[in-house]
């Protein structure tokens, strides 16, 4: 699953998903010990397994709490907290993946409801639960890890109550068991953002619609 980060990572590139040094790809196995993250400020396009940075996970004796142990030279993506959030819990094996989809991006710009356009297309709504989108918060900070982990629904046992979350101005996150099931999350969402867009309609065909409603 570690060749499949750096794969992903080339595909998302090709997409035009990212610039060369965006988006970042976290793994943990089930109860794993390690925190398996894409490296900070790399070209995400020569990504290989051995660039994989790889976190020991230190669970406290008294308390329980699991907690990063950041080697010296180890430089992990700068989103590090967008993916420790959801891969804290570590019940099953889980893999994140953030980057900047374009046409969700530009849907959210739109002033597109993600949800809202999710429930109308079965090509997304059959297999992937789209969560509210995150507001426009500064990359890298706290308050976007936070409020994405809240935003996909995440609950005391890890468990997850939405696949992907779009980010106001930024990109996308997306959780699946390994890393091309979340992207498929991505590609579906992006694929509905994309015909929504072209149809020229978007925002006010769903404001009529809803009106009508
Ligand atoms: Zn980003």
Redesign the pocket.
Known sequence: MLTAIGDVMRRVYERGWITTR??NISMRKREGKFLYITPSGWRKTIVHPEHVVRIEIVRESSTGEQTLKIREGQHPSG?LWMHWNLQQVGRKTRTVV?V?STHIVAAIYAGIDLQAISAEFPEISRYTRVGPTVSALP?LSRELADATAECLGLGKDGALAFDIVGQAN??VCAVATDPWSAYEHIERLDHICEIVLKSGLGRSAHLARSLAA
């Open positions: 965006d988006g989103e953030h900047h990359a930024h990109g």
